[in-house]
């Protein structure tokens, strides 16, 4: 399970020009769903998300986590982050989780994570969806549960 973390001032997803979710400060999650992964490998990288250290303490340093600053959470499906791009110039998206397992773990992940954090917001699964941000450093990492 692949989650892309992006610190924000504010961020958005919208579907047909409506907005279907958003957050003030907090963590933009672009969450990538691959074929071996598991119930287990959702609460291991919702652990890590909840945990991780990415927002200035008063020293400025990035000593606090989200639940510390109280920050949202916005979740957005994206199944590109999956993709192998080692050959060619085309992505092959053949370690990506098939749509209806892919649902069905984002499905559980964001039930999971709205168990534990408060405030959570989602996009659509597998809709065309706009995403805005203001990205708060830039400050962005890459986690990868196995």
Known sequence: MLGLLQRVKRAAV???????????????LLLGI?????????????????????FADEQSK?????QQITGGILVVSQF????DTNK???PSFSSAAPPAQAESLYIYFVERLRLRHSPVATGIFAADMQVSLVNDGPVTFMLKME
Do not use: F, H, P, W
């Open 62 to 66: 990035m000593n606090c986590n989200v």
């Open 34 to 54: 691959e074929k071996n992964d598991t119930e287990t490998t959702a609460d291991k990288l919702i652990d890590k998300i909840l945990a991780y250290r990415m």
């Open 88 to 90: 060619g110039l085309r």
């Open 80 to 83: 590109t982050l999956a993709a």
């Open 14 to 28: 919208e579907v047909s020009g409506e907005c279907v979710g958003k957050i003030d400060q907090g963590i933009l």
